[in-house]
C-alpha cells in the first residue's frame, strides 16, 4: 500500500485515525484525495464494527479527512467525521500516537510491521530533520 524509497519531504501533520472512536462510517475515505484511507474488515473480532485506517506512509497532511476547506473569511467549518475520530499528529509525535490509537486487543500486536513500524520511521526522520 505505501510507497517504495524513502519519503524526503514529510507533511506538517499526519492524519491518524483513533480506531475507539471510528464507526467505520467511510466519510472520510470517500474525501482523501491521495486513496490513503481504508476500511479495516470488522471480522477481526466478530462482534465488533470495521473502522477505518490511514496508511501514514502516504498521507500527505492535507486535512481534507477531518473538514473542508474553507474560505478563511468562512465562518461555517464543514467537519468531515462525525464522530471525531481523526487527529492530525506532527510526524515527531506519530509513532507514538499510533502505537496508542485503539481498537481491538491484539490488532496493533498482530500488525506492528504494517501500522507501527512506519509510523516509528516518519518520527525518526523527522527526528533527523529537526536537527
Not at 465488533?48 to 481534507?64: A, F, K, M, T
Not at 471525531?84 to 515527531?92: K, Q, T
Not at 496508542?100 to 504494517?114: A, L, M, T
Amino acid at each position: 500500500m505505501a510507497k517504495s524509497g524513502k519519503r524526503k519531504k514529510l507533511p506538517k501533520l499526519i492524519a491518524v485515525i483513533n480506531a475507539d472512536n471510528c464507526t467505520g462510517c467511510e466519510s472520510c475515505l470517500e474525501v482523501c484525495p491521495v486513496d490513503c484511507i481504508a476500511k479495516v474488515p470488522g471480522d477481526y473480532i466478530p462482534t465488533l464494527q470495521s473502522w477505518c485506517e490511514i496508511d501514514i506512509e502516504r498521507c500527505v497532511g492535507c486535512e481534507v479527512c477531518v473538514h473542508v476547506p474553507t474560505k478563511k473569511s468562512d465562518p461555517y467549518e464543514l467537519v468531515v467525521c462525525p464522530w471525531d475520530a481523526i487527529e492530525l499528529i506532527p510526524p515527531i509525535e506519530v509513532a507514538q500516537y499510533v502505537a496508542q490509537k485503539g481498537g481491538p486487543e491484539n490488532y496493533i500486536h498482530d500488525n506492528w510491521e504494517r501500522v507501527v513500524e512506519p509510523a516509528i520511521q516518519m518520527s525518526t526522520l523527522a527526528a533527523e530533520q529537526a536537527t
